[in-house]
């Protein structure tokens, strides 16, 4: 008879084959209840499940309570990270096992190559072969009596913190009876390479109480650890942009505020925070400057959006006799992207003497990002004539313009090229594949969206969040409504855009109900909703008539989430009450919106006017419109089909005049009882670009309009 733990074990097995996670965590309740949670094997089988589910948080809960490990327990947990693409945790993990085996190195390397990290996983293989020759050599300087030797624990220090081994790092320094400021340095670059900031910063404090000499490097260092956070004022907290201040103030103190390094260290912290003038200050201080520091100020520019000062300094770079690296071009092509100066990207791209790969996927980045899509293809045709070789990156913006334009063909050979390049086992590129068939909206495209789905569950990135809401967008894109829902409702996490995506899938499939629904349980998930949320859930009421359900929600917005209406929603929400013929409501939104100019605001108006024969109204909705933009075709269109006689002469005349070019046709005067044949009108030549439109009552109290036309200025 088996013992209750193969029995529990085999319940896991088929829980983890099956994904059901309810069903595993209900095991594991079981497991703690009866005094199992000891159990080894047990314990590796549910860091299996929940890493096979996708729930990363709880697969290390169980491995670090886990009183006993063996190797297996190690690999489990590893091919959790690794399948979550968590590989920067992945990596540590593996540095500091126990004991490894053919596994763990495979798990480790083919998931790197897998998910396109060639670069990581060669310096993954480099690091494990350093870690191996470091432990050996750290084990013939203790026999040899030199581990007290403080120059070869520095460098004891920094193979241990470049490998990743925290806990070595701290056991050598905390051995080390007298550190110098190179000890110091060590420890801070080395903690905060492993993203120990605190920890950093805490050694930076204990360096000044030991009364270690503090020179420009040890600065430069701790100045690096304050400027962690990216390129993103928001990401650097602001106790760590007060001691980059700090620091600054200390080097003014120490006259080292000449040093190039150092003077380095404190453009990377200003720019990276958004203070340009601070940076500005700093680099006009220095006699000196290298390329570094140009290339710093140009980033820093190029995140402020500000590709005028990036071009400036450019411009001044070239002329101090500096010769511009790939990186400054890279970041000038960045600053050009985020300011939508795409003009000036493409002539510094074409200046460019071999533009590398990076610089290739910027300029494609920077089309594509402005919506120039059919340039962004015409640049990826240039760059196979150039035999440059695309990653990732290129087929996945190739694949994102194909897609905005509706290029089936194009993204069926990328889908083809992906095989060959080896890169259809990446996500992004795989969401991307899914975007395009999702995009052209036929079911032969959803077909291939299919194939591309069953590929990437034998890869092991269905669990992923960016992917997951690719394929639902795909097939409600393709009315396969169910199958988006049971794909949602197996999806281990969700975050606000997965969300979209299924509401937006209901609305747009007519699925006002569950959308609404759908809706809710977001709220109740504890998941914030967004603009995009909302704009998805008032389409689906406006769609299926979900009037006071609408109107609650658009109420929602301000009152309970602070979140301040925007013109699509109050577009949303003027079309899901005009549809039901609300118009005293909708005259109430219309007076106190913010939006007024917005010419769609007022086409839906117009719309709705033409659904239920609100002439009052669509009368304002006329006036606003040829107010705001007289030549739109589209105001026209819907005027044409507002069943009275001078509306559809109107819409005819403008149609008639518009390719005459130096005449055209327009109304000089008109009036028009509703429903009956036009009275009056004459006709003369002139440019319909200087007209003016203005609708108004001819005699108050009648049934008539009058509309004119008259030459700007008369």
């Given at each position: ?126 690091l494990i072969m350093l870690q191996g020759c470091g432990r050996k050599n750290h084990g013939v300087a203790i026999k040899l009596g030199l581990d007290g030797n403080i120059y070869v624990v520095n460098a004891l220090l920094s193979m241990y913190a470049k490998c990743g081994l925290s806990g070595d790092v701290i056991r050598v320094f905390d051995d080390i009876d007298e550190p110098n400021e190179v000890t110091f340095t060590t420890m801070m670059g080395g903690l905060a390479q492993m993203n120990q900031v605190k920890e950093a910063l805490e050694m930076f404090r204990l360096m000044l109480q030991k009364g270690v000499h503090v020179d420009s490097v ?135 003497p071999c533009p590398s790969l990076s610089s290739w996927n910027a300029i494609l980045s920077a089309y594509s990002q402005n919506a120039d899509h059919e340039e962004a293809l015409k640049m990826f045709r240039k760059m196979q004539f150039q035999y440059q070789l695309p990653d990732r990156t290129t087929l996945a913006v190739f694949l994102s313009s194909s897609a905005e334009l509706g290029l089936l063909e194009a993204g069926k050979q990328v889908h083809a090229a992906s095989q060959k390049f080896g890169f259809y086992e990446d996500e992004y590129v795989s969401s991307g594949l899914i975007n395009v068939y999702s995009k052209c909206g036929k079911m ?271």
């Open positions: 008879m088996e013992s209750k733990s193969t029995y529990l074990a085999k319940l896991l097995q088929s829980c983890i084959a099956s994904k059901a996670l309810s069903s595993g965590k209900v095991l594991h309740a079981r497991i703690l209840r009866v005094g199992l949670f000891s159990d080894t094997f047990l314990s590796n089988n549910l860091v299996q499940l929940y890493s096979s589910c996708g729930d990363i948080v709880s697969a290390h809960q169980v491995f670090a309570k886990m009183p006993q490990r063996n190797i297996f327990s190690w690999n489990a947990i590893l091919a959790a990270y690794c399948k979550n693409r968590n590989l920067q945790d992945a990596c540590c993990l593996f540095l500091e096992m126990p004991e490894r085996n053919t596994i763990s190195l495979n798990t480790m390397i083919s998931t790197m190559l897998r998910a396109g990290y060639e670069r990581q996983a060669l310096e993954t293989y480099d040890s600065l430069s260092s701790i100045l690096g650890v304050c400027a962690k956070g990216g390129f993103d004022e928001k990401d650097i907290g602001l106790c760590n942009q007060s001691h980059g201040k700090q620091v600054h103030t200390l080097s003014i103190k120490l006259g080292l505020e000449g040093d190039i390094h150092l003077s380095n260290s404190k453009l990377d912290i200003y720019s990276k925070i958004g203070d340009m003038d601070s940076a500005e200050k700093v680099f006009a201080n220095v006699s000196r400057h290298s390329v570094v520091s140009w290339n710093v100020m140009i980033a820093g520019y190029g995140n402020k959006c500000n590709s005028e000062k990036a071009v400036e300094y450019l411009q001044r770079m070239q002329c101090c006799g500096y010769e511009p690296d790939d990186v400054t071009y890279i970041n000038m092509l960045a600053a050009c992207v985020k300011s939508g100066d795409v003009k000036t990207g493409r002539d510094i791209f074409d200046s460019m032969e495209c959803s077909k291939n969206g299919c194939q591309v789905h069953a590929q990437i569950i034998k890869d092991g990135y269905e669990d992923d969040i960016f992917v997951g809401s690719s394929l639902i967008e795909m097939y409600c894109k393709c009315g396969n409504v169910d199958q988006a829902r049971y794909f949602f409702d197996i999806m281990p996490s969700k975050n606000t855009v997965t969300w979209n995506e299924m509401i937006h899938g209901y609305a747009q499939n007519g699925y006002g109900d569950e959308a609404v629904s759908l809706y809710k349980d977001m709220i109740t998930s504890g998941e914030k909703p967004d603009d995009i949320t909302f704009v998805a859930v008032l389409t689906g009421c406006s769609h299926s008539a979900l009037i006071d359900e609408g109107v609650e929600i658009f109420n929602s917005i301000q009152q309970r989430f602070g979140v301040v209406p925007k013109s699509d929603h109050y577009t949303c929400i003027i079309d899901c009450l005009g549809r039901a013929g609300r118009f005293q409501e909708v005259e109430v939104i219309l007076d106190t919106m913010p939006c007024k100019d917005d010419p769609v605001v007022w086409e839906v108006v117009l719309s709705s006017c033409r659904i239920h024969t609100n002439l009052s109204l669509a009368k304002r909705a006329a006036e606003e419109l040829f107010r705001l933009d007289p030549l739109n075709s589209a105001s026209y269109v819907l005027l044409a089909n507002i069943s009275f006689p001078i509306w559809r002469l109107l819409f005819q005349l403008m149609c008639t005049s518009g390719g005459s070019g130096s005449s055209k046709l327009a109304l000089q005067a008109a009036s028009c009882p509703i429903n009956s044949n036009v009275h009056l009108w004459q006709l003369q030549k002139m440019k319909h670009t200087n007209f003016q439109v203005h609708v108004y009552d001819e005699v108050k109290g009648t049934d008539s309009w009058d509309l004119k036309i008259w030459e700007k200025g008369n």
